[in-house]
């Protein structure tokens, strides 16, 4: 990866491992329970795609700053949680830019492993969502990206533009920044305007308890 | 794998993914989510398996026709909700196919992979109820399969028998059907009856509040 | 590895595996279900750590030994739980002693892997506590270990005297020793007296609900 890549990736980590860490004070964690949910929230994305893909150990692991950076917004939340609380709105934007770089980066790698389409996308999707995923199991909630705004979503379509640029044959980094702007946008909007994506019809009208 | 198998082993990953789906759909998830359950039942017992094998990238992932047939399980499902609630009996029966048929070709797996008997056999079970597994614990709940009806223990009779032939030197298409067949009769008949695993002593037979 | 550190392994093991059938024994699951949550407690932190490495198929999974100890440890609580449950606290010594020895293997199999020392501690620390973790995530509890006692710091701070160790050229076996005494000491005094890591400032001290 390039120099400018692993700053993005690194800071993509951080925003994530602030999510966790948030989540974690949130539900009275100790200060290891704090950590444990900012690694998880800031890696574990990255680290399933890398198992999935045989590329063992995984950079996660592997390259200490990663850990770093998890470590490091662990302590930022734990000492100035309400700070953290407070800037909600910059780090949502944040978060944003997280998922967009993951979602293309994790697609990147994935064509680079020699998969087809369908899977580039699952995988960079997954390298997006996937942190948060682990990060709402663990504090045994029903993973907030499976019901909430359009946020994987947005992942979704920055991958297809990543596809669409390899097959088109289009050059590799103007894809990848078209794909991370598209999400991006895609994802301000639906913070800005609080787009949805449609919910299933009503499973049983009546007796909906259960 | 054989044309016939790969068409069995997709049969099964739909109407596990159907199950995925439908839970999604249960929990009030969108769109996203049901796909992410759809594919999480249908893919994560195989997936699992071949990261414990070490054979990456894993199928359920390479082969386009898994995420494909999840896909399409989600889309059913979202669409059609309620029909694919009333035809639970049919998908019942389908159900207990998917098991036999990933309970048997995971423990064939394990098997070409050299490993002993009881890791056949926990890589056969594995296979056939990692995806429901995962599926409940995304939505938050015990998984059904630790504490409902007989249905890993049909799959693990069926992994017995796999493992059995093999010992005793029965060419491997008779071991694995008469391991499919017995799981399917196992399961076909826990639905019929009721049957239940025992549950143990009770653990505090005054306070068992919990 | 040495005959004497498989021993140990396999106690530590059998220990976890008690533990984690306990829980699925007070959450009335089946036979079934405490079976997989003894194999999950007693080898998930290990199975991880090597799938991460790229080690497999992992020892967890192809020496039938730990797959063997992790059943006799289910059929023991299942027929015997009341009883299990009245030895807990020569079972929580048994299980500081599974927690130091295990930490300390992850971190000597995670260096001998070539990873950097921050790396060392973390899988050591996740092959000591990520048993119990996915243990109380498939009965949809927050795991303990992430807001309770003095526990897995007790594994960090004997992986941390692992890497010490290896940068001071002091032979492998003394700082093993080292750092195991000095995990199953802190643990051990947690438990006399209480000891529990700090919790982060109150979140935002008048609206605590959510």
Not at 12 to 32: C, E, P, Y
Not at 38 to 57: K, Y
Not at 111 to 137: E, F, I, K, Q
Not at 148 to 169: F, H, K, M, R
């Amino acid at each position: 990866m390039s120099a400018s890549l692993i700053v993005f990736d690194l800071v993509g980590t951080f925003v994530f491992a602030l999510s966790g860490a948030t989540a974690g004070a949130k539900h009275r964690l100790d200060l290891f329970g704090i950590l444990v949910l900012a690694f998880a929230a800031g890696n574990a994305g990255g680290l399933i795609r890398d198992v999935l893909l045989g590329a063992t150990p995984p950079p996660g692991i592997s390259d200490w700053r990663y850990i770093g950076v998890s470590l490091l917004a662990a302590l930022v939340t734990f000492r100035w949680a309400p700070v953290v609380d407070r800037l909600r709105a910059p780090v949502l934007l944040l978060d944003a830019a997280g998922l967009s770089l993951f979602a293309v980066s994790g697609a990147l790698k994935a064509h680079a492993a020699g998969l087809n389409p369908a899977a580039v996308m699952l995988l960079g999707v997954l390298t997006g969502v996937g942190g948060g995923m682990l990060r709402d199991v663990l504090v045994s909630e029903v993973p907030a990206v499976l019901r909430g705004e359009l946020y994987a979503s947005a992942a979704l379509a920055g991958t297809a533009v990543v596809v669409a640029a390899q097959l088109l044959e289009i050059p590799t980094p103007a894809g990848a920044i078209a794909g991370a702007v598209l999400c991006f946008a895609l994802r301000y909007l639906a913070i800005r305007r609080g787009w949805r994506l449609p919910f299933p019809r009503e499973h049983s009208p009546r007796a909906n308890g259960s």
